[in-house]
Antibody, heavy 121, light 107 residues
Framework: QVQLVQSGAEVKKPGASVKVSCKAS????????MHWVRQAPGQGLEWMGI????????SYAQKFQGRVTMTRDTSTSTVYMELSSLRSEDTAVYYC??????????????WGQGTLVTVSS | DIQMTQSPSSLSASVGDRVTITCRAS??????LAWYQQKPGKVPKLLIY???TLQSGVPSRFSGSGSGTDFTLTISSLQSEDVATYYC?????????FGGGTKVEIK
């Protein structure tokens, strides 16, 4: 069965960077896109961007351009999301979520368990 | 960017009631619309995609309809286990965007 297992909770100081991992199993890693979605405490869902594990191409939401980097390691079926210049507003649960690769399949049918990132001085 | 507006933001209904949640897109998105359920403290779960296609394993009391700019999620007979926040999401083009959510509670 499809599983997305994320790295553990992080506590960071303002201005630092955080790198969250998401290890996929149960399917062919390069056949599905991976997205990152975040959820601030008590708030809604916010899409951050997408990575194509096959070629590594990415597309980021304008809000995070310049601060976010998504990468992948096909040898371990793992994607990474690094967010830099952290501020308190970045405190949130970060999810990886997979989707199909066709334009009509960009909905999220599998999700990681979430990683809480806390930004505090 | 295309904005997604959900209404109401919260509702309270009795077990067995029919519940309807609305999602409106600021521009037409054909049927590129998904619905998710997020129970308190849990990971979001896909309920419906392509506006009206039920994801495998989702109870048949959930249904979706709409096309273009106006969409609805209906729970035909509300159950206690349906207490959750529901989100719509458009996926016709990047950036993919979610509605603000509708919190459903039992009266």
């Amino acid at each position: 069965q499809v599983q997305l297992v994320q790295s553990g909770a992080e506590v960071k100081k303002p201005g630092a960077s955080v790198k969250v991992s998401c290890k996929a199993s149960g399917y062919t890693f390069t056949n599905y896109y991976m997205h990152w979605v975040r959820q601030a405490p008590g708030q809604g869902l916010e899409w951050m961007g997408i990575i194509n594990p096959s070629g590594g191409s990415t597309s980021y939401a304008q809000k995070f351009q310049g601060r976010v980097t998504m990468t992948r390691d096909t040898s371990t079926s793992t994607v990474y999301m690094e967010l830099s210049s952290l501020r308190s507003e970045d405190t949130a649960v970060y999810y990886c979520a997979s989707s199909g690769v066709n334009g009509d399949r960009l909905y999220f049918d599998h999700w990681g368990q979430g990683t809480l990132v806390t930004v505090s001085s | 960017d295309i904005q997604m507006t959900q209404s109401p933001s919260s509702l309270s209904a009795s077990v067995g009631d029919r519940v309807t949640i609305t999602c409106r897109a600021s521009q037409g998105i054909s049927n590129y619309l998904a619905w998710y359920q997020q129970k308190p403290g849990k990971v979001p779960k896909l309920l419906i995609y392509a506006a009206s296609t039920l994801q495998s394993g989702v109870p048949s009391r959930f249904s979706g309809s709409g096309s273009g700019t106006d969409f609805t999620l209906t729970i035909s007979s509300l159950q206690s286990e349906d207490v959750a926040t529901y989100y719509c999401q458009r996926y016709n083009s990047a950036p993919l965007t979610f509605g603000g959510g509708t919190k459903v509670e039992i009266k």
